[in-house]
């Protein structure tokens, strides 16, 4: 398929894991997993995801190997036009369907779905945790998630304190966790919750690329910088 191009960049990285002792640098125990689907749904669509599993890697394989078939489920031939809820769906589907590897590990998540309609293209896009999306328009980054972190998104933290949870100094969700939402970590639901952030943009000719890029990446790069 020559309408959807792509590439992708890994690197092995460190990372700090708490201790009752005193911080310790580790091996990353993160497992990053791709979605590259330049033929989605019968040949017509683009889809493209980044999943980012901790501490136990396993779980970013599950919801690689069973979100696409759940995508396609959930999608409404009538609707999915009209806003990514289907993607939404397709997320809290797959949470679901994590079993015992859920209970104690997590995974942050984001999915770009790219499909035609008459007059142009359609860019979904839903996303839970740490990964996001950004898109280059004129070369200016458009941000279609959001990042859902103590330290930047304060509504998310609010929603914490009422929820009873607590925040550590290295700005954990009780200590454990990086994120406020995930996929997983059914032992500290509801503060952390499984609810994805669900966008859609009408694609035009001044939009160049997306980015799909995890913690990693926007931790030390900005949009700006990125695009």
């Given at each position: 398929?020559n309408l959807?191009?792509?590439g992708?960049?890994e690197?092995r990285?460190?990372?700090t894991?708490?201790?009752?002792?005193s911080?310790?640098?580790?091996?990353?125990p993160?497992?990053?997993?791709?979605?590259k689907?330049?033929?989605?749904?019968r040949?017509k669509d683009?889809?493209?995801?980044?999943?980012?599993?901790?501490?136990?890697?396993?779980?970013?394989?599950?919801?690689?190997?069973?979100l696409?078939s759940?995508?396609?489920?959930?999608i409404?031939?009538?609707?999915?036009e009209?806003?990514?809820?289907?993607l939404?769906y397709?997320?809290l589907?797959?949470?679901?369907?994590?079993g015992?590897?859920?209970?104690?590990?997590?995974?942050?998540?984001?999915?770009c779905?790219?499909f035609?309609i008459?007059g142009?293209?359609?860019?979904?896009?839903?996303?839970?945790?740490?990964?996001?999306?950004?898109?280059?328009?004129?070369?200016?980054?458009i941000?279609?998630?959001?990042?859902?972190?103590v330290?930047?998104?304060?509504?998310?933290?609010?929603?914490?304190l009422?929820r009873?949870?607590?925040?550590?100094e290295?700005?954990?969700?009780m200590?454990l966790s990086?994120?406020?939402?995930a996929?997983?970590?059914?032992?500290?639901?509801?503060?952390?919750?499984?609810?994805?952030?669900?966008?859609?943009?009408r694609l035009s000719?001044?939009?160049?690329?997306?980015?799909?890029?995890?913690?990693?990446?926007?931790?030390?790069?900005?949009?700006?910088?990125?695009?």
């Amino acid at each position: 398929n020559n309408l959807w191009r792509f590439g992708s960049a890994e690197a092995r990285g460190l990372s700090t894991i708490s201790t009752v002792v005193s911080p310790t640098l580790v091996e990353h125990p993160y497992r990053i997993m791709q979605i590259k689907d330049t033929a989605f749904r019968r040949g017509k669509d683009g889809l493209f995801a980044i999943i980012e599993g901790y501490p136990a890697p396993d779980v970013a394989t599950e919801i690689a190997l069973k979100l696409p078939s759940i995508i396609l489920s959930e999608i409404d031939e009538t609707s999915r036009e009209i806003s990514a809820r289907y993607l939404k769906y397709s997320i809290l589907n797959a949470n679901k369907l994590l079993g015992k590897v859920g209970h104690f590990s997590a995974a942050s998540i984001a999915i770009c779905h790219i499909f035609q309609i008459p007059g142009g293209y359609i860019l979904n896009t839903a996303n839970v945790g740490q990964v996001e999306v950004v898109v280059s328009r004129q070369g200016k980054p458009i941000t279609l998630t959001q990042l859902h972190t103590v330290n930047k998104n304060a509504v998310e933290r609010e929603r914490v304190l009422k929820r009873r949870g607590f925040i550590t100094e290295d700005k954990k969700v009780m200590g454990l966790s990086p994120t406020t939402r995930a996929l997983g970590s059914f032992s500290l639901y509801p503060i952390i919750s499984p609810d994805p952030y669900a966008n859609s943009l009408r694609l035009s000719a001044v939009d160049e690329f997306l980015i799909i890029g995890s913690k990693g990446l926007w931790e030390f790069i900005s949009y700006d910088l990125a695009v």
